[in-house]
């Protein structure tokens, strides 16, 4: 039997307590609002602590378990404190405008548009705001500002004032999105404050040695002299590798994504232990004594990571390298799985929010395998009799991989098996590079011509691996798409890595199946039973109304998995793809790697913005248009007009109409269409229908085209709302002709035309109908068979 309870599995008791205080902090964040009582949780925390040391010293079998409920109930506490937002917090002047005052403390990120406008975003800690009286502030900011040009900068340590308006950080609020807000707060950052073109005022220009900004000017210095040796994308592409933070282009950004080493071109613990590997190596060469080549690799990489800006992330990064190293070199393994153990638990007692960090998932994930699994896969292959070179990465590519395999597939639903090939050809040519790029670093103090040598041969090993790295996208089946495991199943791939591994546990579990077989037998039937239920069950029809901020896009998946997208969101003023970043991510998260139909409701960019990149990734097999100009969805959609699948684009008409299974469409037009005015007058409209219950998409059709709908049956169960709400839409006689249970707005918060407007929401309400809102509630899901419908919504 295992024992715990006096200290014979110290390892598996700390594991255990790290799972229970996750699960305290997992419990809070998605449901928040079960306690808000500090005092009774504090309470009970004392009288859990009295009771676990009372039963200590008595020596009570069970006393594990009271440690466990401790740190639960610690991890409820310090999910609610680390989250707590205190009066003066600036989070608490959400969408006011006013005049901030605070203090630099972060060098700024700089980016130049196409039209020659440079967009600058500042890090700044504030210490208070004027709008009627000055008020004193806690909490950091983002600051977007635009210049013409480069003068007058901020530096670290200024103080500055501004106007402008403070605004909650936003994201996209769907299924396996990164969480921008919890990233930022893990910082302490709370909110935007945007001040476009207006001049940032510098109060006082502070005269303090900022070791940041000098590590970001000699950062600057070595990347002009990488631009005088080799392509700009080259040199920006090898510079990120080493301190992360500059652009890389975005085709071999997928391709690195494909193949699996995206890793490699941010800072990261990989970074960290090849760097050690290659000091302890180097210092074993030259015969340096053990302890002198140690504290040496400690100096070094404390300075590495100073350079790269010592971020929150950066510092993790390399805490989880060095443990690698120690993890690879130890001759007694369960040192280093201890250490793990510890140095997470540490930093979740630190930080709460880790958790949800796909950074520290990762990179606590992959570590593990190095830890627990990497010396046994070793141990394997070694009876393969291959090189012991090719034996190390087989096995430590394989060991992260398997630990970190469900964090990889929740995020990108997909697994690449180019991956292998990757890290045994383009990995080892890379990290020749980084150590290349380093030495040339350090050498460009005294010897810039060598210097000059190495980035030459840098910028050759580079467009090697980035040619092979093309080459292995190409190979069959380089990427697959696997469906992201949800939390229970989650669970269990862990727990059965954690039994195979402990042989304890696997003797221990094997009594107990001997020992209760009757039980084991029904336990399985019933599983199995179970198991068939839910696959012979008839599926739901799915209605997703996709959280794309000011714009509309919903997807439709029938009960047999056809599916159809309508409308795909995007922006006109912004460089962000909307296609590649939000939809596509939705749709693989749901299994979606193609599309019955796609159906743009008009050439606006808030509703065909994102359909380019849809196009380009995955098989469309119908493509269905307004009447509009051809020319408008070419520009829209970056086709030639002559492009096969324009030519073949079906212009939605009042007799359109086309079935998928039971379920029925029909456009719902006004085909005289002389006195329009904009391309929102030729907004399709259409009604599905599924059985007895129905949804009218509207698009952004105007109150004017309204009217040639009031003789048609437009009566519907949902309705999804015209216009994002706008005023110019939804009259009162339409609706009522509607008359729908449950109406959904697709808006963005804090956009700037007052979407959804109030006479809007008040005719609503007094239909009475239901509103759910995406800015409010992220992704809308309704589920149907027809006759009976239930919703969910992402957040709430």
Not at 619 to 644: G, S
Not at 775 to 793: H, L, P, Q, V, W
Request: a neutral charge; glycine letters at 4%; hydrophobic letters at 45%.
């Amino acid at each position: 039997m295992i024992k715990i309870h006096y200290g014979q599995s110290p390892l598996l008791f700390i594991n255990f307590i790290i799972l229970f205080y996750s699960l305290g902090v997992y419990m809070m964040m998605k449901t928040p609002e079960i306690s808000k009582s500090y005092t009774h949780l504090f309470c009970l925390i004392i009288v859990n602590l009295i009771l676990a040391f009372y039963f200590t010293l008595r020596k009570y079998k069970l006393t594990f378990l009271l440690y466990l409920i401790l740190f639960f109930l610690l991890g409820v506490m310090r999910y609610l404190s680390f989250t707590f937002i205190a009066d003066d917090n600036i989070k608490n002047y959400d969408n006011q405008e006013v005049t901030l005052t605070g203090i630099i403390c972060q060098m700024p990120k700089i980016r130049q548009d196409s039209a020659g406008i440079y967009h600058l975003t500042y890090v700044v800690d504030t210490k208070s705001i004027k709008q009627k009286e000055e008020k004193t502030t806690t909490g950091k900011v983002y600051l977007y500002q635009k210049q013409k040009n480069l003068d007058n900068l901020a530096k670290i340590n200024d103080t500055i004032s501004a106007t402008g308006t403070i605004r909650l950080i936003q994201n996209y609020h769907n299924p396996n999105l990164i969480d921008r807000e919890l990233s930022a707060q893990e910082e302490g950052i709370y909110a935007t404050f945007s001040i476009g073109k207006q001049n940032l005022k510098i109060l006082n220009t502070s005269d303090k040695f900022s070791l940041q900004e000098f590590c970001y000017q000699i950062e600057q210095s070595f990347l002009q002299s990488m631009y005088q040796t080799m392509p700009e994308n080259d040199a920006n592409m090898i510079f990120a590798m080493l301190f992360g933070g500059y652009n890389i282009e975005k085709d071999i950004l997928e391709a690195y994504s494909i193949t699996g080493i995206i890793h490699i071109l941010s800072v990261s613990g990989s970074h960290i232990s090849l760097i050690s590997l290659f000091l302890l190596s180097l210092g074993k060469f030259l015969h340096l004594p053990r302890f002198f080549n140690l504290i040496l690799l400690l100096i070094l990489i404390i300075f590495y990571t100073i350079l790269c800006g010592a971020s929150v992330p950066v510092m993790r990064a390399s805490i989880m390298g060095l443990l690698s190293i120690i993890a690879l070199y130890l001759e007694e393994k369960s040192t280093a799985q201890h250490l793990l153990s510890i140095i997470a638990l540490i930093l979740l007692l630190f930080n709460p929010l880790l958790l949800f960090n796909i950074s520290f998932q990762l990179s606590f994930a992959s570590t593990a395998g190095l830890v627990y699994l990497m010396p046994i896969l070793r141990s394997k292959l070694n009876k393969l009799k291959l090189p012991s070179l090719l034996i190390d990465n087989l096995a430590l590519t394989m060991s992260a991989q398997i630990f970190a395999f469900p964090i990889i597939i929740w995020y990108f639903t997909s697994l690449s098996l180019s991956s292998l090939l990757a890290n045994l050809i383009i990995i080892p040519l890379l990290e020749i590079l980084i150590i290349l790029g380093l030495i040339a670093f350090i050498l460009g103090f005294i010897f810039p011509f060598i210097t000059k040598i190495l980035f030459i041969f840098a910028s050759l090993i580079l467009s090697i691996s980035n040619e092979a790295t093309f080459l292995l996208t190409k190979i069959p089946f380089a990427s697959i798409y696997v469906p992201p495991l949800d939390f229970p199943a989650i669970l269990i791939y862990y727990s059965l890595i954690f039994i195979t591994l402990n042989i304890k546990i696997r003797k221990y579990l094997y009594l107990l199946l001997q020992k209760y077989k009757f039980i084991t037998y029904i336990c399985s039937i019933s599983l199995i039973i179970f198991s068939c239920y839910f696959m012979i069950k008839p599926s739901p029809l799915q209605i997703h109304f996709i959280d794309v901020g000011q714009g509309d896009a919903c997807l439709i998946i029938t009960p047999h998995q056809h599916s159809i997208l309508i409308d795909t969101g995007g922006s006109i003023n912004s460089d962000f793809d909307i296609g590649s970043y939000v939809d596509l991510p939705y749709l693989r998260h749901y299994g979606i790697n193609k599309l019955d139909y796609l159906i743009l409701s008009h050439a606006d960019a808030d509703h065909s913005g994102g359909a380019s990149s849809i196009l380009q990734k995955i098989p469309v097999n119908h493509l269905i248009i307004a009447d509009e100009d051809k020319d408008l969805y070419a520009k829209i959609l970056k086709l030639p007009l002559n492009n096969p699948l324009l030519a073949k684009a079906i212009i939605a008409k009042e007799n359109t109409t086309f079935n998928l299974e039971d379920i029925h469409f029909q456009f719902l037009q006004n085909d005289e269409k002389e006195n329009l005015k904009s391309s929102n007058d030729s907004s399709n409209v259409l009604k599905l229908t599924y059985h007895n219950f129905s949804v009218l998409f509207t698009g952004d059709l105007p109150q004017t085209q309204e009217k040639y709908l009031l003789n048609k049956n437009i009566a519907s169960t949902i309705l999804k709302v015209a216009h994002h709400g706008s005023k110019t839409s939804s009259s009162q006689e339409f609706l009522e002709h509607v008359r729908p249970q449950l109406a959904i707005i697709s808006v963005g918060k804090y956009n700037s035309f007052g979407h959804p407007n109030k006479e809007v929401l008040d005719r609503l309400n007094n239909l009475p109908t239901k509103i759910l809102r995406t800015d409010e509630k992220g992704a809308i899901i309704i589920y149907t068979d027809g006759y009976n419908f239930s919703f969910k919504t992402f957040l709430n």
